[in-house]
Nanobody, 112 residues
Framework: QVQLVESGGGLVQAGGSLRLSCAASGFAFSNYYMHWHRQAPGKEREWVATISNSGRRTSYADSVEGRFTISRDNAKMTMYLQMNNLKPEDTAVYSC?????WGQGTQVTVSS
């Protein structure tokens, strides 16, 4: 069955960096676009970034453009989110998704 497992979250100071990973299994990973979303406490889930199946096309929410980089390694069936210059408002649970499948999420906390 389809599985998406995020990792790499943690506690970091403002201005710091983290790299999230989303390990996929159970489907033809290289055929599908992949997405990152996040949900902060008390807020609705928001889209963060998308990457095409080949990895050649990416798109970002305005709030993370220029600070976050989405990438993927189709051979490893893994997607990444490099997050630089983190801000307290980036604190959220980050989840990866594809088609109608979602991972369980990984917590990112940015202290000021």
């Amino acid at each position: 069955q389809v599985q998406l497992v995020e990792s790499g979250g943690g506690l970091v100071q403002a201005g710091g960096s983290l790299r999230l990973s989303c390990a996929a299994s159970g489907f033809a990973f290289s055929n599908y676009y992949m997405h990152w979303h996040r949900q902060a406490p008390g807020k609705e889930r928001e889209w963060v970034a998308t990457i095409s199946n080949s990895g050649r096309r990416t798109s970002y929410a305005d709030s993370v453009e220029g600070r976050f980089t989405i990438s993927r390694d189709n051979a490893k069936m893994t997607m990444y989110l490099q997050m630089n210059n983190l801000k307290p408002e980036d604190t959220a649970v980050y989840s990866c998704s594809t088609q109608n499948y979602w991972g369980q999420g990984t917590q990112v906390t940015v202290s000021s």
